[in-house]
C-alpha cells in the first residue's frame, strides 16, 4: 500500500506563487505519483497536471493552468511537485496528488485510473 502526503498549499494573492509537494511511502514500487488534481467548493474534482506514464516525462497540463503551472517529479519518482505561478483567484481549491499502478500509460482526465489518492492541501487565491 503507498501513502500520499501533500504539503505547501496556503493563501496567496492573485498574481502569487505556491510550491505543492507530495511525497509518497510505503509500497512505492506498486504505484507512483503522477497527477494532481483539485477540487473547488461545489465543483467536481478536475485533473490539473499529469505524467502520461511512470518513466517517461511527457506532461499533460489543462488548458486553464498551462503556461503557469508546471509538474514535476523526483529522479526516484516517489515525490511529485507542482509549481504553480500568476495564481489566480479560480485556481482556489483543494488540491490532491494522485498515485497509479506503472502498467497505465496515457492520460487520464477522470482519474479513474489512480488508486492512491493524498489527503489534500487547500489552496486559497485572494483577489
Known amino acids: 500500500q503507498v501513502q500520499l502526503v501533500e504539503s505547501g498549499g496556503g493563501v496567496v494573492q492573485a498574481g502569487g506563487s505556491l510550491r505543492l509537494s507530495c511525497v509518497s511511502s510505503g509500497r512505492t514500487f506498486e504505484s507512483y505519483p503522477m497527477g494532481w488534481f483539485r477540487q473547488a467548493p461545489g465543483k467536481e474534482r478536475e485533473f490539473v497536471a499529469q505524467?502520461?506514464?511512470?518513466?517517461?516525462?511527457?506532461?499533460y497540463t489543462r488548458d486553464s493552468v498551462r503556461g503557469r503551472f508546471t509538474i514535476s517529479r523526483d529522479s526516484a519518482k516517489t515525490t511529485l511537485y507542482l509549481q504553480m505561478n500568476n495564481l489566480k483567484p479560480e485556481d482556489t481549491a483543494v488540491y490532491y496528488c494522485?498515485?497509479?499502478?506503472?502498467?497505465?500509460?496515457?492520460?487520464?482526465?477522470?482519474?479513474?485510473?489512480?488508486?492512491?489518492w493524498g489527503q489534500g492541501t487547500q489552496v486559497t487565491v485572494s483577489s
Open positions: 494522485a498515485a497509479r499502478p506503472r502498467h497505465f500509460r496515457g492520460t487520464d482526465d477522470n482519474g479513474e485510473t489512480y488508486d492512491t
Open positions: 505524467f502520461r506514464d511512470w518513466i517517461e516525462d511527457r506532461t
